[in-house]
Structures are given as structure tokens and as C-alpha cells.
């Protein structure tokens, strides 16, 4: 950032660091630091510790790997859900969108990722086994794939598919309404929900 006139360094180091966050360009890191600078000291302190409290207390649920407050998240804790489905999920952020489409009352488990050798991603850099732990000592009767629709995400879902034959397991995927190499957190709620209501059969036949 170099190129922008700083009358302060000490503005220039938190334009810097704010910078650094993702899809944030350099006139917006500006306006963001100068928004905080106008902002009384309280506002600054709260938002400080609460950006320290995140990163350090925050968990990942021992089940399904989402994040928490807690060795289990809300969603694997609560009794009214439907443990005997899974949502596969390639990250987090799927799960906050899934949920937010009020049309699904099962688990998830979330992978961190898709199996992807260009980006050095493997099946053991995901949460695949502890998957495969889950089903063998749990009765699941659904498992449904929300991966991205990608060669990656395809891949990633018909390799467990195979995994999953062993088990009397109904497998199933949102249907296609979300778009072709499109992330779930950026599909409006109206389409993903009518995407998991109409979930289809999954047959391990990559279209």
C-alpha cells in the first residue's frame, strides 16, 4: 500500500492488517480504518476483543466439525434434530447457509475442503475418515452431498459414495438448481432450499 499517502504510520499499519482480510482492496481498508478512528474508544476496545475472543476461543465441534462454543456444536447437541442424516458439507459458511433456508432438520458433517491434487488437497487432508468412523458407530439412514458442483466437489462425493457402499445407506444430492461452480454461500436461500426439498437419488454417475 505503498502507494497511498499515510500522514500516520500507525494508520498505515491498521489500513495494512485490515487489508489483509479477504475482498478487501485498499480504498475500502482506508475507509474501514477511518470509520474505527471516528469511533469512540469503547467501540474500539469491543471490537479488538472480540476479534481476539474469536480466534481464541472458538472451537470445532468434536462431531461434525462446525464451529462452537462448546465440545459440541448447538446443531449436533440438540435433541430435536434428526441424527439419523448427514449433510455433507465442503466448509463451514455451507452450513450457516443451510441452515438459514429453515428446510433442514438433520446433522452435517463438514469436510474442510474438496479432494483437489492440483491444490495438493488429498483424501487425508479432509475430515473424510472421521466421516467414515461417524457412520460405521452411528444409525444414519441418509447421507446427502451439498459439495460444490466442480470436478473437484464431484470427485470428492463419488469417492465417498464408494466408500459408502458397505452400508445400507440411502444416498442422495441437491438437485441442480444451484449453479455449476456455484458455493452454496452465495446461492440465494430460495434456490437452495428448493434444492434440498428436491434432492435426488445420488447413483455415483458424475454429469
Not at 21 to 41: D, E, F, Y
Not at 92 to 113: K, M, P, S
Request: hydrophobic fraction near 40%; charged fraction near 20%; glycine fraction near 6%.
Amino acid at each position: 500500500m505503498s502507494d497511498i499517502y499515510f500522514p500516520s504510520k500507525v494508520f498505515e499499519q491498521a489500513v495494512h492488517e485490515i487489508g489483509k482480510l479477504p475482498g478487501i482492496g485498499k480504498k475500502t481498508a482506508v475507509r474501514l480504518a477511518m470509520h474505527i478512528l471516528k469511533q469512540n474508544s469503547t467501540y474500539a476496545h469491543q471490537l479488538g476483543e472480540a476479534i481476539i475472543t474469536l480466534r481464541d476461543t472458538i472451537q470445532y465441534c468434536k462431531t461434525c466439525h462446525t464451529m462452537s462454543d462448546n465440545e459440541l456444536c448447538e446443531i449436533c447437541a440438540n435433541p430435536l434434530r434428526d441424527d439419523s442424516v448427514i449433510c455433507i458439507v465442503e466448509q463451514i459458511q455451507d452450513v450457516l447457509a443451510i441452515e438459514n433456508t429453515g428446510q433442514y432438520r438433520g446433522l452435517y458433517h463438514v469436510l474442510g475442503g474438496v479432494i483437489s491434487p492440483v491444490n495438493g488437497v488429498g483424501i487425508h487432508d479432509l475430515t473424510i475418515d472421521l466421516l467414515l468412523t461417524r457412520v460405521a458407530n452411528s444409525k444414519i439412514s441418509e447421507i446427502i452431498f451439498a459439495l460444490p458442483v466442480t470436478i473437484e466437489g464431484d470427485t470428492t462425493s463419488f469417492y465417498i459414495y464408494k466408500k459408502l457402499q458397505e452400508y445400507s445407506i440411502q444416498v442422495s444430492a441437491l438437485s441442480r438448481g444451484v449453479s455449476v461452480g456455484n458455493e452454496l454461500e452465495y446461492t440465494d436461500e430460495a434456490t437452495l432450499a428448493r434444492s434440498i426439498r428436491d434432492r435426488i437419488a445420488y447413483t455415483g454417475i458424475q454429469k
